[in-house]
């Protein structure tokens, strides 16, 4: 009876063969295990690149050098953002940046633009990220951001939607057509934000 037991485990045990397999031929298996191990090591140490006692290429510099501002005369410029509120931590990063590695050294004044009216919150946070700056926040008129009147609506709407059927990156969004207008048309024109004289 036992006998009969073992029999009918060894025919349901659908990993039987193998064993008996790797039994049968363990030691051409431990053979081909070994060869795949010193194939594996002697790939490993054929990558192994040593690294030179000495800095063969030393950077010009490490970190960041001070501007030297006596070198030209400053321009007449404006450093200008435009943003959303919903865009306030990213402004205020960028302020921070702009302003340690490049603007404390000429103090540029900013201009941060806006289609809709800027929040007190975004205000103040940004103003206090500026430490001390020249900041003016504008709201830009709807005439500059908007559809024009020769504007063919229905037919602006029908191209945005064909542009989001072809997956075109920021196609079907009205808002983000009415800023690449403004980006190559007003602010590039002699308009109120064109320059500060700050």
């Avoid at 340690?100 to 050294?105: A, L, S, T, Y």
């Avoid at 072809?166 to 007003?186: D, K, P, T």
């Avoid at 590039?188 to 320059?195: A, D, K, L, S």
């Amino acid at each position: 009876m036992l006998h009969f037991r073992l029999r009918q485990a060894r025919l349901t045990n659908p990993f039987h063969p193998f064993g008996l397999f790797a039994l049968r031929y363990w030691k051409i298996l431990s053979f081909i295990a070994f060869l795949v191990l010193l194939e594996l090591a002697a790939h490993i140490r054929s990558f192994n690149i040593a690294r030179p006692a000495t800095n063969l290429d030393p950077p010009f510099h490490v970190g960041c050098q001070e501007i030297d501002s006596n070198v030209a005369t400053r321009a007449n410029a404006t450093l200008a953002m435009l943003a959303r509120n919903s865009d306030m931590d990213g402004a205020i990063a960028s302020v921070k940046s702009v302003q340690k590695q490049f603007n404390k050294n000429f103090n540029y004044p900013w201009v941060f633009l806006n289609n809709e009216a800027w929040s007190d919150e975004f205000i103040e946070k940004v103003i206090e990220a500026g430490a001390g700056a020249t900041m003016v926040f504008e709201t830009i008129p709807t005439n500059m951001w908007g559809y024009p009147e020769w504007i063919d609506r229905e037919r602006a709407q029908e191209s945005m939607e064909e542009m989001q059927r072809q997956r075109i990156i920021y196609g079907g969004v009205e808002s983000y057509h009415h800023m690449c207008r403004f980006q190559s048309g007003y602010v590039t024109t002699n308009t109120p934000y064109h320059v500060c004289h700050c």
